[in-house]
Every structure is written in C-alpha cells, then in structure tokens.
C-alpha cells in the first residue's frame, strides 16, 4: 500500500461535504465565530455589545460609554474516528467505496454533534412544562401549544423572521395530523430534516432532540444563525501503518463548542407523545 499517494483533502472534503448534507441542528447555528481552531481548551471570543437606552431630551445631552457584552466560547469536545484500511489506492480509485467511507465517518461525528448541540435546550430562557410534567401532545392541542411558544417570544421580542422547531419525527407527524403543516414547491428551505412552516416555525426533524426514554422529550424553538454559536474543525485526516496488526489505518479527528448566546430567543417544550383518540 502507497500511503504516500494518500489524498487527505480529498478524504477531508468528502466527508465535511457528507456531513453537512446530513446535519439538522448545525445548518441552524451562528458559524460567524469559527476563526482558528486548533484543539480542544481553545476559546472563541464572541463579540458583541451591550443594550443601548434612550433618555428624555431636555436641551442637554450626557454620553456614556458602549458596555463590551462579548463571550467566550469554550471549544469543549474532540471526538474521532479510526478504522482499518485496505488498499488506499485502491480505495480512492473506487468511487462507490470512497464514498461509503467517508460518509460513514460523517455520521460517526454527526450523531455525537447532533446530540451535543440538542442538549442546550437546558439554557433555555423560555420553558414549556417540565420534566417531572411534561405536556402530552396529539394533534388537538399541538397548535395552541407551540402558539403558545410563539407567543412568548413574542413578549421576548424575539424578530418574527428566521424562527426554526426542531423536534422528534413523532411530534413532527403530531403537526402534520393536524393539518397545518404547510410549504410551497418553490421554497428556498432546502435542508435536512426540514419538512415545512408551523405556527411561524421552519420546522425539522430528528433523532438527536434530548429526551428520557419515552417519558419526556426537549425539542428546541430559536432564531437560526442567531441564538447559538457553534465553532468546529475537522482537524485531522491520516493514514498510517499499523503495528499491532497487518493493516493501515485511516483516522480522523474533530473539535468543536458551541454556546447559547440569546437564552430570550431559546425555547424548550418538555413533552410527551399523546394518544389520538381518531384518525
């Protein structure tokens, strides 16, 4: 086996490419912050400034100085993938078996990301139920209910525009049953997961919300690139001789945090699936 006839960019690229056609959460994050990422420990500094106020103009007017409200993002998770590998000149060679691999890898770091980012819903600043009662939904009460979300951000004031649901496939069905899950053939939403706009929502779908068991589920309402940050990097992508057996290895490594940076504009609905009583 060559291993110097290895292509690691073209590994890299295939299996970012993979990733990001399959992601449902990260598409929906602020990436403005990834900078240079390095390793795990690294920091993101988030820059932003505090609220202004007004005053009542009485013919004088007093300055004050602009607040620094930045954040620094903790770049907290490496994860990796290693396996055996036959032939890589063979392997690039062959399309079908490139691919195979490579999104197989993908879906490795995806599941974990996924699961990751799902489980901010804990820093919400708006909340539906709890965990010790959680709301049954059915297609009766799956309107009034995620009405309800909206209208709390709403007093948040939370911009109408870029609002996106991620919840589990049950609950996505829950929406369609009652009937106003609607889209139109010429969207521009094209993405995984997504499945059409509820209650002023983008809403998608996935296995990775937080949830316990069948008991309770946490899907997450929030502004897209706007109510979380998310910085990540694959880092690494090599092949070498194995010694401990007769075979090469293909491994890769990857980084990442992120941050809820707007809690106001995050919501959680802590919910259970409810029996329909007719279809």
């Not at 060559?2 to 959460?25: C, G, H, I, Q, R």
């Not at 897209?224 to 293909?250: C, P, S, Y």
């Amino acid at each position: 086996m060559a291993l110097e006839n290895f292509k690691p960019t073209l590994w890299s690229d295939m299996e970012l490419e993979k990733y990001e056609e399959s992601a449902v959460f990260a598409p929906l994050m602020n990436r403005s912050w990834e900078g240079e990422i390095k390793q795990k420990g690294d920091t993101v500094k988030i820059n932003s400034i505090a609220d202004f106020d007004d005053a009542a103009y009485s013919g004088t007017v007093t300055y004050s100085d602009i607040d620094d409200a930045s954040l620094m993002m903790l770049i907290s998770e490496d994860r990796y993938v290693a396996k055996n590998l036959g032939d890589i000149d063979k392997v690039q060679s062959t399309p079908d078996l490139m691919g195979a691999i490579s999104r197989a890898m993908a879906q490795a770091f995806l599941r974990t990301q996924e699961a990751y980012i799902g489980g901010f819903y804990t820093e919400a600043g708006i909340t539906s139920g709890s965990t010790g009662t959680p709301t049954d939904i059915t297609s009766a009460n799956v309107i009034s209910t995620i009405g309800g979300l909206a209208a709390d951000m709403d007093e948040n004031d939370v911009p109408d525009d870029g609002r996106v649901a991620v919840v589990p496939p049950w609950l996505a069905q829950k929406m369609v049953l009652a009937g106003v899950i609607r889209d139109t053939d010429n969207s521009e939403v094209l993405s995984a997961g997504y499945i059409g706009q509820f209650q002023g929502f983008q809403v998608y779908k996935s296995n990775r919300i937080s949830k316990s068991g069948t008991t309770w589920y946490a899907p997450m309402f929030f502004r897209r690139n706007d109510t979380i940050a998310l910085a990540d990097q694959l880092i690494l992508m090599e092949t070498l001789r194995r010694d401990a057996v007769m075979a090469d290895g293909i491994r890769a490594l990857m980084v990442y945090g992120g941050k809820v940076v707007r809690p106001e504009s995050l919501a959680v609905l802590y919910c259970a699936e409810g029996a329909e009583s007719a279809i």
